[in-house]
């Protein structure tokens, strides 16, 4: 399979060789001669390159994946130039890659995990058939990672893999990390190794992971920084820090608690080390065992702030390995700064194998030793390792003192703390984020600090961008100082790095034993060992981050850490990147046995250590002609990189956009970090600025970070996408996608520095900079590149105006870009547009400079305390009138005018003594709110300007038409510009008359001191808008020429009640006019019409709510603000209800009173009492006619009938709830005197009410006023058509949230139906459907009507006012609600006939009438009625007050009727049937259920005429009369059904057989209140159906329903 592999690779090669990922691999350390790397060619591009240590993986285009090297799970050694595939990842699309010390990994594009490789550790998880004991896996096979924390438990989908050489890291796309492997690398709470199956690193559990690293046996991890919750959020660290310190400097000696794990780890005794290298040289798995403590070599534990670091794996008799000269030499070298060779005579061995024996503070080496691991943590021994100095031991003594201090700035928040007087084996009994058995440990959040502690330093990330806010975690095995803790202790669990938090770590790499981090700033820190150099510092210590030097000019932007050596790609002096090494140069010499030794441990982890290396990263000479280097990549004894050719420009333009970027922002870092930062910490300096300058600095330096996070996020973003192989879409570049996110940034940015230098800031800075910055000067002096050959000085305002240049720059990059593509593809436009609106966002920032240069020489020529007050930040002069250029007309001889237009107002300065310059006052007129108007010339020569305000009109004369010109082009220019937003995209030199603007009114008259934001026209108030008094009264609404006028809100606070009322509804003319809900601030709630302020019209007033003594409810008609006419009062304190006239807020006329004991009384009222001829009715039937004088207070002649027909007749007075003085003859009914019908009528009902047709007037009114009719049906019918649509529109604009059905109805709604031609049969279901859908919503003027009479209806028939006495006039109310409701819908359809009136053609419609012509054939005719066509529109929501009222009315029926029908319902069917009458022969003998035919038995029940019954019980479901008629014709249509098959042929009703038959069908039915629907029916029913067949059948069931009261009971 090998070969067939070669030959494939080989005859791919001959195609045409790719331009992207173009792979370069070389040794990182050789010979002296130069070094030259060797092309990998394969026929895709490669995408990504792994090294492990002496192999690696090449993951090519289209997902295939390579493998070279000492492949040893295969047995095989590949030559790097013929890498052979992976064939059994074929089918898989592969996206990434990882290389671990012997061992491999890849990520799928589904997310899902492969592994292979060396499998003792476990690194490589369980493999098939869930087996442990496999040490190898020669062939990639699926590794899944599940999440058995949720139910059911799920797959984690991956989109980051690391390894290392016993441990795997993976990152899920959550940005939760997991591990499986071996030792304390993993950071998992266990004592169990090796983990087979991946976990969760708890400890970061709640953080966003960004990115992982593996070294041999430590790891690293890029996490978001957490926000505080406040700004004080970083005041309890402190001090938990500050008190953390203090307790370290105690000599205190604490003793440990067992129940911890050992945070130190286990080490690994030589007899280990040596049978796991063994074990990797001859794949035996034979496990030898590990010496007794007691021989293990003597530790020692020191702190790294002790005064020596003491070489580990040297006994004391061992003598130091570098004389005293040497160590000064060391010193003296590191301090200039420059390579230093470094010659060692002893030689130290492999780095790897001699942290293995010098006790390794590994937690477990391999699987073999897990049964000592756990026995060590049972115990709870405290193993600890010697602390082994990565660079010369002399330059550490040297130095250690004079960097004591500044050491505890560096060390991180341990797990161990050790004590200052050189004891060793101590530690804290309470150790933060130390793991116990019993309990897992949360993250300590407190262990980082958070990325800033000023306003300065913080920014927002913007959705797409990377985040700068970072911190950087580490775990694993120490003894190099490779975790950056400041010691060299383990670490179970991850530990922030605190030195590195706020540094904008944007990568983390890890070699072997050393560790790289890379900065926005192109800055690279490293840490750990470095005994070859890989550092590229000799700095001292070497346990926390120090910063690499580099060449001047470098900046940074990738970093690899191999095994001993570093990798750093970075921009030069050109766009090409250079590549710099730092590490070993020259491979050590070795005697013959050593090498042949060598030559037998080909798998050996690390080199020994270098004779010949660099402090300093160097250059690589090859780099130059590599091109456009976009990838680099470490591993072992190898480096690689991946480059491009630039073919279509594209690269390099890309590559251009990224240099410039990363660049600008080294600027912006050094300017904030120099200059900025320095003075925004200097609080108690900034008074010095004074009140103003210092507000807008601090706005200036927000302004900046915004732009500096902005830039760094980008130049993050853009490294990264270079180095993404592949050719992505250019329209998905940050500059495209987030334009407009950079204009505003950069907009704001030059905002603030104008202000700031309009104010005279730059100078005030200028010395503040000069009295606390001092050396820094001549650094920010090299900054400026405003003017290169002026050197030494700093412009301040040139400094920070030098960011406006970078927009060019970016035009000049995109224009690039537009030439690689042709003019009509997607890309080349938007290239086009981003491109323009950067470069003309250039040049409008360049004019807004120049503007503010001008504005400060102007403030600082006309500088004094009266111009002062006009001198504000954001204010621009545009051009001003001190030479008399321009005047005011009309104006006096000796009058003086100023005149200075600003960007935002136009001032008028008068002066009084003109040759002092002193002015007596000044007219500020904001440009927005500023209309102009050039006139025409007359004879006269007069060259003028006429300028509209909200308050004022003047006129300004030029003295020369270029003067005129000039003005008129500036006031149109900046009035259009602030109308446009900036001045950007307006047309130019038009002034809108139309607007939205904010205004302040000074001048007399009911708006001053009104602040108004809205709409304006020609300079007066027109349109939506706000309006805002000092008193609190705010109008939100429509204005009409200076007034409200239309829908408006607005709030009138109540001093007296110190609340505030609010009105919601119609204005005209600048008062309340129209329907609108008025709450007054004494809770009162007024909804109904007003007219000119006042309430007049149909309205209800609800009262009462502060007042429980007098609480009430009015609905009725208003007259200026008064109860005039009908209307109906509840009396909710009294418990009665008043219904007729009113005059002047009094009751006065006819009217009717129940009371909630059912008293009711109708008759009249003068001056608000009872007072005229009347009649009472109680509860009982007791009834009192005659003459009232109070309420309810009786004085006159009268006659009381009592409830059992006797009656009294004479004088009466007194008051009829206490008691009544009779003066009278009493008269006893005789038992069989005869009725008597004068008696009836004498004291009938309805005689002194206010008739049906004269009630509710005021609603019509309204509805017709809505329609545009001042008179009822006296108006334009085009112009109520007009008026309906406008209040749709309008209605649907002040009711934001309709649903979408009801949208979907006001849009049908607003077209207007055809109206003027005659009504048809075909047309008039068109008009049934616009009624139907117009009566649905209120906005409509029908929908109003219908919706304020259900109103008014319940406010009458509802609560008090159900008594059943009122049922008549109930339903007489109804009908006259359909009469004028027909004749406002036959003013909208003319066509319509009269009520009762018959259409002209068939009709379609439910509602005809059959009749039987000469020719004895049927026909039928169409009868439109108020009824057929409006009782459907009202009734359904009228019927539960009337119905209710029928119930009542018929209650005594209702019970006799109920009476019966339970007990006949009690018999069976036959014996009901036979007691009824019925003929047998429509007796059913059989009944059919679910299919199967049975016989009815003399004892069934309940079966006969079911579906006759249960269509019959539908009548309870319906609510109009003709609905509930068409249940009738369907019940005797079932019930002729089932009867007609048991008939021979031809079947007629009789009345006879009919009556008995329905009267079961009734019986059956147990219908509830059927008398009270019998009655309704009756009453509202259509009369055109009257006396037809549907009459017929309807008097039938009433017929049935009086048999059954008339039932014996017996």
């Not at 580099?550 to 970093?559: E, I, P, Q, S, T």
């Not at 910055?773 to 050959?789: H, N, W, Y």
């Not at 027909?1382 to 009749?1411: A, M, N, Q």
Request: aromatic share 8%; glycine share 8%.
């Amino acid at each position: 399979m090998e070969n067939k592999e070669h030959s494939g690779l080989a005859e791919e090669q001959d195609s045409v060789p790719p331009q992207r990922g173009l792979l370069h691999i070389w040794q990182s350390g050789g010979p002296s001669e130069p070094l030259c790397p060797e092309r990998v060619c394969l026929p895709q591009c490669v995408l990504q390159v792994a090294l492990g240590e002496h192999h690696g993986l090449l993951l090519a285009q289209g997902g295939q994946v390579y493998s070279f090297g000492e492949l040893l799970w295969r047995g095989l050694s590949v030559p790097v130039s013929t890498p052979v595939l992976e064939v059994s990842l074929q089918g898989t699309t592969v996206v990434r890659v990882a290389s671990g010390g012997f061992h491999c990994g890849a990520l799928s594009e589904q997310g899902g995990v492969y592994m292979w490789g060396e499998n003792t550790a476990g690194q490589c998880g369980p493999t098939e058939g869930g087996t442990d004991s496999n040490v190898t896996v020669a062939e990639p096979y699926p590794l899944a990672v599940v999440d058995n924390e949720v139910v059911p438990p799920a797959v984690v989908r991956i989109v980051d893999l690391a390894c290392g050489r016993e441990h795997s890291l993976a990152l899920s796309a959550q940005n939760e990390l997991w591990a499986w492997g071996s030792g304390c690398q993993l950071g998992l709470v266990t004592s169990n190794f090796p983990v087979w199956k991946p976990q969760k690193v708890e400890h970061l559990a709640g953080r966003h992971v960004i990115q992982v690293a593996c070294g041999a046996y430590h790891s690293l991890a890029l996490v978001r920084s957490l926000h505080p919750q406040n700004s004080n959020a970083h005041k309890p660290r402190e001090k938990r820090s500050a008190s953390h310190l203090s307790l370290t400097k105690k000599d205190e000696s604490l003793s440990v608690d067992d129940a911890h794990y050992c945070p130190l780890g286990v080490e690994l005794t030589e007899s280990m080390s040596a049978e796991t290298s063994a074990r990797r040289r001859s794949k035996q798995r034979n496990v030898g065992k590990s010496e007794p403590d007691g021989q293990d070599d003597p530790i020692t534990q020191t702190d790294s702030c002790t005064t020596s670091y003491p070489l580990p794996g040297l006994t004391d008799k061992k003598k130091r390995a570098f004389p005293n000269e040497l160590e000064l030499q060391n010193l003296l070298q590191k301090l200039s700064g420059h390579s230093l060779e470094m010659q060692n005579s002893s030689g130290l061995g492999d780095s790897d194998s001699l942290s293995s024996q010098t006790s390794d503070d590994s937690c477990v080496s391999s699987t073999p030793f897990n049964d000592q691991l756990s026995s060590a943590y049972t115990n709870g021994a405290t193993v600890c390792e010697g602390v082994r100095s990565s660079t010369p031991m002399g330059l550490e003594e040297l130095s250690l003192q004079k960097k004591k201090k500044s050491l505890q700035g560096y060390k991180s928040y341990s797990l161990t703390d050790l004590s200052r007087d050189g004891k060793t084996g101590t530690r804290r009994s309470s150790l933060p984020g130390t793991p116990t058995h019993k309990t897992p440990p949360r993250p300590h959040l407190y262990g980082c600090k958070s990325s800033s502690s000023s306003p300065i330093l913080t920014s927002a990330t913007e959705e797409g961008f990377p985040t700068l806010e970072t911190e950087v975690w580490s775990w694993g095995r120490g003894s190099e100082g490779q975790l950056g803790h400041g010691d060299q202790l383990a670490r179970l669990q991850p530990l922030c790095i605190k030195c590195l938090t706020g540094e904008e770590v944007i990568k983390v790499a890890a070699g072997s034993h050393h560790s790289l981090a890379l900065t926005a700033q192109c800055q690279v820190y490293s840490w750990g060992s470095n005994m070859c150099g890989q550092l590229g510092h000799v700095n001292s210590p070497v346990t926390v981050p120090q910063q690499t030097k580099l060449w001047d000019d470098l900046r940074a932007w990738d970093v690899s850490a191999g095994q001993s050596h570093s990798l750093v790609l970075a921009d030069g002096d050109r766009v090409e990147p250079v590549l710099l090494y730092c590490g070993q140069q020259q491979e050590p010499r070795r005697e013959p046995g050593e090498a042949s030794c060598q030559s037998k441990r080909p798998c050996q982890r690390s080199p020994s250590r270098a004779e010949n290396y660099t402090v300093r990263p160097t250059l690589l000479p090859f780099c130059v002609e590599m091109g456009y280097i976009s990838n680099v990549s470490s591993g072992g004894q190898r480096c690689a990189l991946l480059a491009n050719r630039n073919v279509t420009c594209v690269i390099s333009a890309v590559h251009e956009l990224a240099f410039v970027e990363r660049k600008f922002y080294c600027w912006l870092s050094s300017v904030k970090k120099l200059l900025l930062t320095p003075l925004y910490n200097k609080e108690s300096a900034r008074p010095s600025l004074g009140e103003t300058c210092s507000r807008l600095f601090l706005s200036l330096c927000g302004t900046f970070n915004h732009l500096s996070t902005l830039i760094g996020q980008h130049s993050t973003w853009l490294s990264r996408s270079v180095h993404e192989v592949q050719c992505h879409d250019v329209t998905s570049l940050h500059l495209l996608v987030h334009t407009q996110h950079f204009l505003d940034i950069y907009t704001a940015y030059c905002t603030t520095v104008g202000d700031f230098q309009v104010m005279g800031g730059f100078q005030s800075l200028h010395k503040l900079s000069l009295e606390f910055l001092g050396s820094q000067q001549t650094k920010l002096a090299e900054l400026d590149e405003s003017d290169p050959s002026v050197r030494g000085t700093v412009d301040l305002g040139s400094l920070l105006y030098w960011p406006l240049q970078h927009l060019h720059r970016y035009s000049q990059v995109l224009l690039k870009l537009e030439a690689c593509y042709d003019v009509l593809t997607a890309e080349y436009q938007s290239l086009h547009l981003s491109c323009m609106q950067f470069e003309s966002l250039s040049r409008f920032l360049l004019r807004r400079k120049k503007e503010a240069e001008v504005t400060f020489l102007f403030w600082k020529t006309h500088s004094g305390k009266n111009t002062e007050g006009l001198r504000l930040p954001q204010r621009r002069v545009l051009c001003e009138s001190s030479n008399r250029t321009l005047t005011l007309q009309g104006a006096g001889r000796f009058s003086n005018h100023w005149f200075i237009l600003f960007n935002d107002a136009l001032v008028h300065i008068q002066r009084s003594i003109p040759s002092q310059s002193l002015f007596s006052t000044h007219h500020v007129y904001p440009l927005n709110c500023l209309w102009v108007k050039p006139l025409p010339e007359n004879d006269s020569g007069c060259y003028a300007i006429k300028i509209t305000c909200p308050e004022e009109t003047f006129t300004l004369v030029a003295s020369t038409p270029e003067e005129k010109n000039k003005w008129l082009h500036f006031l149109h220019q900046e009035v259009d510009g602030l109308l446009a937003g900036g001045g950007r995209g307006s047309p130019p030199g038009i002034t809108a008359m139309s607007r939205t603007a904010s205004y302040t009114f000074t001048g007399e008259g009911r708006l001053k001191d009104g602040q108004y934001t809205g709409s304006w026209h020609a300079g007066r108030i027109h349109g939506r808008g706000t309006m805002r008094w000092p008193s609190g009264q705010t109008y939100t609404g429509n204005f009409k020429n200076g007034l409200e006028d239309g829908y408006g809100e607005c709030i009138i606070p109540d001093k007296l009640l110190n609340k505030a009322g609010c009105y919601q509804g119609h204005w005209r003319d600048g008062k309340i006019h129209g329907f609108g809900i008025y709450r007054y601030a004494s809770g009162d709630v007024y909804e109904g019409c007003f007219s000119d302020g006042q309430r007049h019209g149909y309205g209800m007033l609800s009262s009462g709510k502060m007042d429980k003594t007098s609480s009430g409810v009015f609905i009725g008609q208003w007259v200026y603000d008064k109860k005039t006419g009908y209307g109906v009062y509840d009396d909710i304190t009294r418990g009665e209800k008043y219904m007729g006239m009113w005059l002047d807020d009094e009751r006065h006329g006819r009217a009717l009173v129940v009371t909630q004991y059912g008293v009711y009384y109708e008759g009249h009222f003068r001056e608000n009492k009872m007072s005229g001829p009347g009649l009472l009715v109680s509860d009982d039937d007791t009834a009192f006619r005659g003459e009232f004088s109070e309420d309810w207070t009786v004085n006159g002649k009268g006659v009381l009938s009592l409830a059992n027909g006797d009656s009294i007749e004479g004088h009466f007075s007194g008051e009829w709830n206490a008691g009544l003085k009779v003066t009278g003859t009493y008269t006893k009914l005789a038992p069989d005197e005869p009725e008597d019908k004068d008696r009836d009528n004498f004291f009938r009902l309805g005689q002194h009410v206010v008739a049906a047709g004269e009630r509710w007037v005021c609603v019509f009114d309204e509805c017709w006023r809505r329609l545009g009719c001042d008179v009822a049906a006296r108006g334009d019918r085009t112009t109520a058509w007009e008026n309906i649509a406008v209040s749709i529109t309008s209605g649907r604009q002040h009711s934001p949230h309709l649903s979408r059905s009801q949208s979907k109805v006001l849009e049908g709604l607003e077209c207007i139906p055809q109206h003027g031609e005659a009504v048809t049969a075909k047309n008039y279901n068109n008009i049934q459907r616009y009624l139907a859908k117009a009566c649905e919503t209120p906005i409509h003027p029908l929908g109003w009507l219908v919706e304020t009479l259900v109103t008014v209806y319940r406010m009458t028939y509802v609560g008090v006012g159900s008594n059943r006495r009122l049922l008549r006039e109930a339903v007489k109310e109804l009908q006259a609600y359909l009469q004028h409701f027909y004749c406002i819908v036959r003013f909208l359809f003319p066509g319509l006939p009269e009520d009762g009136g018959i259409l002209p053609e068939t009709p379609t419609s439910p509602c005809k009438i059959r009749y039987s012509s000469s020719s004895m054939e049927e026909s039928f005719v169409t009868v439109v009625s108020s009824s057929s066509l409006l009782l459907p529109r009202l009734l359904p929501q009228l019927y539960p007050p009337l119905f209710m009222l029928y119930c009542l009315h018929d209650e005594q029926q209702e019970v006799q009727y109920w009476e019966r029908i339970l007990r006949l319902n009690k018999q069976p069917d036959h014996s009901l049937l036979r007691f009824l009458g019925v003929h047998e022969k429509f007796w059913p003998k059989f009944m059919t259920v679910l299919g199967e035919t049975n016989k009815i038995g003399p004892s069934s029940k309940d079966v006969c005429f079911v579906c006759a019954v249960e269509t019959l019980q539908q009548i309870s479901t319906t609510f109009t009369p003709s609905d509930k008629l068409l249940v009738i014709q369907r019940t005797f249509e079932e019930l002729t059904q089932e009867i007609k098959p048991m008939q021979d042929g031809d079947f007629l009703w009789c009345m006879d057989d009919l009556l008995p038959l329905f009267l079961y069908i009734v019986l059956r039915a147990s219908i509830r209140n059927l008398g009270a629907e019998v009655s309704l029916i009756e009453d509202v029913m259509d009369p055109n159906v009257q006396h037809g067949e549907l009459g017929l059948m309807f008097t039938t069931l009433k017929a049935c329903y009086i048999q059954i009261q008339l039932e014996s009971t017996t």
